[in-house]
């Protein structure tokens, strides 16, 4: 039989879509009674209102203990809102957290999952059945760990269960190796030890894991999400002569064995036939941007459907959540219907179309329909978003909050990039070489770029900076190259930049071609760099490929300076990668090292190290803010990132105010706002042109944001038992005084230097193109000498420094 081809979703009305399941010749059951979606399902104790299902989809949008994020509880709030009787939240890591924002439940995040549990229930118009879906480690039996260790992952998934019945979950899915257990648990795979063997052996694992649950936490509902159909050859549930059909006698079988352990809810997912041969088109299915199936998709819903009826004949114990449904928009739930009233499963599980309408069961049982443009449409983009790690929703439904992370996301795409670079001019005299403290041969990468050389592309943008990714990232590019774009006058719409400059960059790391490049005979001059921060690098990356030996001391536990231990990771992703492979070659030759913990005046001496090497460079930055005076409760700007960074911070008050002006003003009232704060007031005693701030005027217009522009601040009131209690203000025009009452304040006015006092006579002759300072053969470079510029500025004083540094050692040598 001719198989028709896949189609976008084509139909206007529920007739044409009964027309069409006769003319293909398909058995899908149509309803137009609503009633069955209302109907409550009773499973033993436990009790579900209606028969919707909000299936667990990977948000990507964990906080970094694996703990819910803010986007976590909003998409569960919003499923709640909107009357799903059952809420199956998403595949949550057993133990540690991973670097892919997944949750992640252990005895530190637990008391989040309980909140979010509560503020399900207080959301919703009935008490939702609330399923966790639990993940051992990924490929737990590919990757020949000892039994010993898999069994150690059964008793943490039993652990793990304890914990979410304490936190308020009515049961638990166990998620063995992917979010749907897979065929490849099941099948023989020639691994020695009792977990490799036929179908009860591989499936030993499961079933244990579940019995253990059910005789330490019996008031859990236990419940497996089963991909009954893999889809490809050879594989579990497809027939062996056509691998479009499904063999349902392994998934019967196994549904059996799941019921006699104490399963009681089976929710049912296929996979989609696709032609899987070449790797290239393997490799875009993962990203999410292939994943049409080579069949019509009411042939592929008719096969879920089909396999949710015959394991609700073959378990009939079981409820049955079924799946596939999106494609069908607005008539999905006329098929949902038709189902349950022909006993072809228990629920109906909705996973985009969740993401798409939140509120689809309040639509359907209050109007009895939904409206075609609130559906899901398979644009495809959450799982763009899913595939590359990005918080995932529905980017045309909820484009908002989603819309931002998907235009982000598609910024480092080829053909956006391509377009992007296709509308630079290639200026000779090019104003946006003039605008940028480097000097970045920016024509010459870009037309590199656009002729596909991207090697020569990298060696241009190399040439002036060793940091591209972390420049790329950092520098304000309406101040700098992109701002005096020749295209931002023309049609206000710059050239991407940084952006190409960001994606040449981690693609030339990704080569092994950022690493510094050394020559081949070393100087014998050893030059000591305090302060590991932007300048410190991008002067020790010059001097290394001088031939001089480096040694870096850096007051932290890691290398970036501030950037690395203020900038939010939302605004600025793991720079230590960049830094690590720039370095490697010169860390493996042992031309440079990196000593942490050492700060100038407790545990390094100047006078020694000036010694001990031929030249010193001080590239300390800044760490101080402004302040005008201490209580409890009130923080530097640069304090409270770190902080919050390093998850140290505790709880932030409701009411909180932000003296800004200064470089870490914008970085803080972000962070204030995405930790909890309900006000937050603006202070700054000029106008809004004259504040450092670079958000989107729109941010201002939040609810809970006060801009207090014109107000100056005096001091701080404080309680009797010296914490805080208000802020003193005076009104510069009005001459007129308040007292604003806050819980926190947050200095972020300007940035001074720390050690000012024994730093400043030996800095006084510097400035930061004279690096030189009042001690012989010790230079400064970076926010010491700059007050706090952009990491771009600091790059090019960095490298400005080592030059002068190696001018110096050179003619000492002469």
């Not at 979606?37 to 104790?45: K, R, S, T, V």
């Not at 509120?359 to 049982?365: E, R, T």
């Not at 024509?443 to 990714?469: Q, S, T, V, Y």
Request: include cysteine.
């Amino acid at each position: 039989m001719e198989i028709p081809a896949y189609q976008p979703f084509y139909l206007e009305t529920l007739d044409a879509l009964r027309v069409e399941l006769d003319r293909i010749g398909l058995e899908i059951p149509v309803s137009e009674n609503m009633a069955p979606l209302g109907e409550p399902l009773c499973i033993g104790a436990k009790r579900i209102p209606n028969r919707f299902c909000a299936q667990p989809i990977t948000g990507c949008d964990a906080d970094a203990s694996g703990a819910p994020g803010k986007l976590t509880r909003r998409r569960y709030l919003r499923y709640a809102q909107g009357g799903f009787g059952l809420i199956w939240v998403e595949a949550t890591r057993v133990g540690i957290p991973d670097a892919a924002a997944h949750l992640a439940l252990n005895a530190q995040t637990v008391e989040a999952f309980r909140s979010l549990a509560d503020a399900i229930r207080q959301a919703a118009p009935a008490d939702p059945l609330l399923i966790l879906q639990l993940a051992a480690a990924p490929n737990l039996f590919g990757n020949g760990l000892p039994d010993a260790e898999i069994e150690h992952s059964r008793a943490q998934l039993v652990e793990a269960a304890g914990l979410a019945a304490g936190a308020g979950f009515d049961g638990v899915d166990l998620c063995c190796l992917r979010n749907t257990l897979p065929g490849s648990l099941l099948r023989a795979s020639g691994r020695p030890g009792p977990y490799g063997g036929s179908l009860e052996n591989r499936a030993r694992f499961l079933l244990e894991a579940l019995a253990e649950i059910r005789e330490h936490h019996p008031s859990l509902l236990l419940a497996v999400r089963l991909c009954a159909f893999d889809a490809v050859a050879g594989e579990f549930g497809v027939s062996a002569t056509d691998y479009r059909q499904p063999d349902p006698a392994e998934p019967a079988r196994l549904a059996r064995l799941l019921a006699a352990a104490g399963v009681r809810m089976l929710n049912v997912t296929a996979a989609s036939p696709n032609l899987r041969g070449a790797p290239a088109e393997r490799s875009r299915q993962a990203r999410g941007e292939a994943e049409e199936p080579d069949e019509h998709p009411l042939m592929t819903l008719q096969r879920q459907l089909h396999l949710a009826a015959v394991l609700r004949q073959a378990a009939p114990g079981m409820a049955i959540v079924g799946s596939g449904l999106s494609w069908l928009r607005q008539f999905a739930p006329h098929v949902a219907a038709g189902s349950l009233e022909g006993g072809w499963m228990d629920l109906a599980g909705f996973g985009r179309g969740a993401l798409a309408c939140p509120d689809m069961p309040l639509a359907v049982l209050e109007k009895g329909h939904i409206e075609p443009g609130a559906t899901c449409v398979r644009c495809h983009a959450c799982s763009c978003l899913k595939a590359q790690h990005e918080p995932v929703g529905c980017v045309l439904q909820d484009h908002t909050v989603y819309g931002p992370v998907y235009r982000h996301m598609r910024r480092f795409d080829s053909d956006q990039l391509l377009a992007g670079a296709s509308r630079c001019h290639l200026c000779e005299a090019a104003p946006c070489i003039a605008a940028s403290p480097i000097r970045t041969d920016i024509p010459g990468f870009i037309r590199a770029f656009r002729d596909g050389n991207e090697d020569h592309a990298f060696a241009l943008i190399r040439r002036r900076d060793p940091l591209p990714e972390l420049t790329s990232q950092l520098s304000p590019a309406w101040l700098q190259g992109e701002g005096a774009c020749v295209e931002t006058t023309l049609t206000g719409k710059p050239v991407p930049i940084l952006d190409l400059q960001f994606a040449i960059a981690w693609r030339a790391r990704d080569r092994g071609a950022s690493g510094v490049r050394l020559p081949e005979r070393a100087s014998g001059k050893h030059v000591a760099i305090i302060g590991g921060g932007p300048a410190g690098i991008a002067a020790a990356v010059h001097l290394l490929e001088q031939g001089h030996a480096v040694t870096i001391f850096e007051h932290s536990d890691r290398l970036g300076g501030t950037p690395e231990r203020v900038i939010p990771s939302v605004r600025l992703p793991d720079i230590q990668a960049e830094i690590a492979a720039l370095l490697r070659p010169a860390l493996d030759s042992g031309r440079v090292c990196v000593k942490f913990g050492a700060t100038l005046g407790r545990n390094i001496d100047l006078a020694a190290l000036q010694a001990s090497h031929e030249a010193v460079l001080l590239a300390l930055g800044l760490w101080r803010e402004h302040s005008i005076g201490s209580a409890k409760g009130v923080m530097g700007g640069l304090e409270f990132l770190e902080a919050a960074k390093r998850n140290t911070l505790g709880a932030v008050p409701a009411r909180a105010a932000l003296l800004a002006g200064g470089d870490s003003a914008m970085d803080a009232g972000r962070t204030l706002q995405h930790l909890g704060a309900k006000e937050i007031f603006i202070v700054f005693g000029g106008p809004r042109a004259a504040m450092h701030w670079h958000m989107p005027e729109s941010w201002f217009a939040t609810p809970g944001i006060h801009a207090m522009m014109q107000w100056k601040p005096l001091r701080y009131e404080c309680r009797p038992d010296g914490t805080l209690s208000a802020l003193r203000l005076l009104h510069t025009e009005l001459g007129v005084e308040a007292a604003l009452a806050v819980d926190l304040a947050i200095e972020a006015m300007q940035l001074e230097l720390a050690d000012a006092e024994a730093l400043a006579p030996i800095l006084e002759p510097a400035a930061p193109r004279h690096c030189r300072t009042a001690l012989e053969r010790v230079y400064a470079a970076g926010g010491i000498l700059n007050g706090g510029a952009s990491v771009a500025q600091c790059v090019a004083e960095g490298i400005a420094a080592a030059e002068t540094i190696h001018s110096d050692l050179t003619s000492v040598t002469l």
